[in-house]
């Protein structure tokens, strides 16, 4: 109904984060796993009439919302969060040069795990 909120919240948080973390990191590759998710479902949640064009814009009360992102939204931000450290452990501590993901290739990626997420816990 409503977990992509959550994504696109830690997204926004990426975004303003971004500058003050070193570079080794790679806050972009967080940031394309997670708006590729939240690009993915949020034309999923309309297509489902789940979110509308009009307000209040999510057809759920706030009584559903609230338990639907900490059901569902946090977990997507934490099995995205855990991909990125792998990517990062994989890059940084095994000093794999030639490891450079794409920025598409980790949005699909990122849709994947929050769809996965969506299905099981959902």
């Given amino acids: 109904m409503a977990c992509f909120i959550a994504p696109a919240t830690a997204a926004v948080a990426v975004v303003y984060l971004q500058k003050k973390v070193p570079k080794n990191w790679h806050p972009d590759w967080l ?8 690009f ?3 034309p999923e949640h309309i297509y489902h009439g789940e979110v509308v064009f009009y307000p209040p814009f999510l057809t759920a009360g706030i009584n559903e919302i609230i338990p639907e ?3 569902v939204g946090v977990p997507m931000i934490l099995a995205t969060m855990a991909v990125w450290m792998i ?4 890059s940084n501590i095994l000093k794999v040069n030639r ?5 598409p290739g980790l949005m699909i990626f990122g849709a994947a795990i929050m769809v996965l997420v969506d299905k099981i816990l959902a």
């Fill in 40 to 42: 993915w479902l949020i």
């Fill in 99 to 103: 490891f450079k993901p794409q920025l």
């Fill in 31 to 38: 940031l394309a796993l997670l708006t590729g998710g939240v």
């Fill in 69 to 71: 992102v900490l059901k």
């Fill in 87 to 90: 990517l990062l452990f994989t």
